[in-house]
């Protein structure tokens, strides 16, 4: 991983946190019935210099190798079945302490609860119950879930405790 200077939040009553990675589920998160969410690029590649992305999937629609270089990250492709647990395995090996993870299906329920910050995305393809469970946050939309990391301030009075 190449080591960016990293997004910096402050959690009053629980100390500081940088995130220095971002882990992004594909299909329901960043795309919608297989296409882009509108607006998901320019996010992405704004977050680039300060965190290091991967796109994590089994590529289901076989769109992934497309997006991931529409978006300019890292392709991370799963082998069929137990998908949770391999996408819980990628944020360990990326550096848990100081990745995002942001998903929206029950297989993305272990890697949202491993991140240090979880964000679980609703959005048309709506969002499994586990994978709310598992966030430390939930937004309706997949742009609203990286503006609060281009905007960290914004997680502030959300994750205050």
């Keep these: 991983m190449t080591e960016r200077a990293g997004i910096r939040i402050e959690l009053p009553g629980q100390g500081d946190l940088t995130i220095r990675a971002l882990v992004l589920d594909l299909n329901g998160t960043v795309t919608t019935d297989g296409s882009l969410v509108p607006g998901v690029v320019e996010r992405v590649r704004a977050l680039q210099p300060f965190v290091e992305i991967f796109l994590v999937t089994a590529d289901t629609l076989r769109t992934a190798s497309t997006i991931a270089q529409e978006l300019g990250c890292e392709l991370l492709v799963l082998e ?70 281009a905007r960290p301030a914004r997680l502030i009075a959300t994750l205050r405790r």
């Design 80 to 149: 069929r079945g137990e998908e949770a647990e391999q996408k819980r395995h990628w944020v360990r090996q990326i550096g848990a302490g100081h990745t995002a993870a942001i998903g929206n299906g029950a297989n993305d329920a272990l890697m949202l609860q491993e991140a240090a910050l979880g964000i679980a995305v609703i959005g048309p393809e709506g969002a499994a119950v586990p994978a709310l469970l598992a966030a430390d946050v939930v937004v309706p939309d997949i742009r609203d879930a990286l503006d609060l990391l």
